[in-house]
Nanobody, 116 residues
Framework: EVQLQAFGGGLVQPGGSLRLSCVASGFTFSSSPMFWVRQARGKGFELVSDVGTHTTSRYYADSVKGRFDVSRDNAKNTLYLQMNSLKPEDTAVYYC?????????WGQGTQVTVSS
């Protein structure tokens, strides 16, 4: 069973930084692409970042490009999202997930609130 748990969220002031982590189990992490999505209150899901099995293949939404950095530690089955220069519009629940040719899975999210 795929299990994904994101943590590291919290309340941060505009311009601040947070690092999210996602611990994965139940599948072969090292050979699986991973992603971060977020959902602001009352809005749909937004794909924030995607990373292939090798971190040379990374995608970022235009809204976070240059501010967020995704990485993975295959030895620890852990995905990271370093978020810098945070803005109030980054406030959302952040989820990590994985996908294959047939389906996508994600776990419980972590709340990020950017406010002064």
């Amino acid at each position: 069973e795929v299990q994904l748990q994101a943590f590291g969220g919290g309340l941060v002031q505009p311009g601040g930084s947070l690092r999210l982590s996602c611990v994965a189990s139940g599948f072969t992490f090292s050979s699986s692409p991973m992603f971060w999505v977020r959902q602001a209150r009352g809005k749909g899901f937004e794909l924030v970042s995607d990373v292939g099995t090798h971190t040379t293949s990374r995608y970022y939404a235009d809204s976070v490009k240059g501010r967020f950095d995704v990485s993975r530690d295959n030895a620890k089955n852990t995905l990271y999202l370093q978020m810098n220069s945070l803005k109030p519009e980054d406030t959302a629940v952040y989820y990590c997930g994985t996908y294959n040719d047939h389906s996508a899975s994600w776990g419980q999210g972590t709340q990020v609130t950017v406010s002064s």
